[in-house]
């Protein structure tokens, strides 16, 4: 493996775990210069047999004051990152570059009181990195997390969502979070069915989330295809709810998941 530079780092895998046969966490080591706002993603690098390196943008799963990184990956098949990946285990090493990038923060915004987080597939990865930091829970009133996966198995990190208000350092904010799972190709008890767009439009969500969208009020973070994306978009831009930019601070902020 290439020796660490000036621009990444060799790290050590220190798990991976299968959540379906297309979906897996895994754990690497964390150089100790490596800073992060939640929310960011990670270049990483795995080296192929020829000598040349495999790269792919990663979110972090991971909160920024942990001492490891965590990652949330779904496998593409014939693709060139996870195909090397796969050969990997326990012990071996990948490259990750110094530098966080992405603009999925809680700085894109100003004022707020609810805090919606919008994801389809991997894109909850920064989403969990983002409720394991203590920023959202003290700046905003409530905060609704809505994930959506074609079937019920592809739900991940259930059990620490719900558990994450039961932390030390976060139960002074017990009651805040509200997870609304979204399962559009087979019926799960407790999950909504529909996909998130028509669940906006329709105001199925907001009923269910007993909280209506908006300008004032309300802050939105997409993370998720591009479709998705674009969609979502364009149903929150029906309520009033604009892209925020750095030379107009707005509502809604995004992450295109591949």
Known sequence: MTASTDKFTC??????????????SLRVSRDPGFRFRSGQFA???VAKPDGSVAWRAYSMVSAPHDEYLDFFSIVVPGGEFTSELSRLGQGDELLIDR???????????????????????TGIAPFMSILQDFEAWERFDSIKLVYSVREA????????????EQRDYLQA?????QFIPVVTREA????LSARITTLIETGELERAAGLAFSPEHSRVMLCGNPQMIDDTRQALKARDLQLSL????GQVAVENYW
């Open 246 to 249: 750095s030379r107009r601070p």
């Open 11 to 24: 790290q050590t895998l220190l798990d991976v775990q299968p959540l379906t046969p297309n979906l897996f």
């Open 188 to 191: 799960h008890p407790g999950a």
């Open 173 to 177: 904010f017990a009651g805040k979070l």
């Open 43 to 45: 270049r990483l690098g």
């Open 153 to 164: 198995r592809e739900l991940a990190y259930v059990d620490e969502i719900a558990g994450l």
């Open 99 to 121: 530098q966080a990038f992405g603009f999925l923060t809680l700085d894109r915004f100003v004022g707020g009181r609810d805090l919606w987080l919008l994801a389809t597939g």
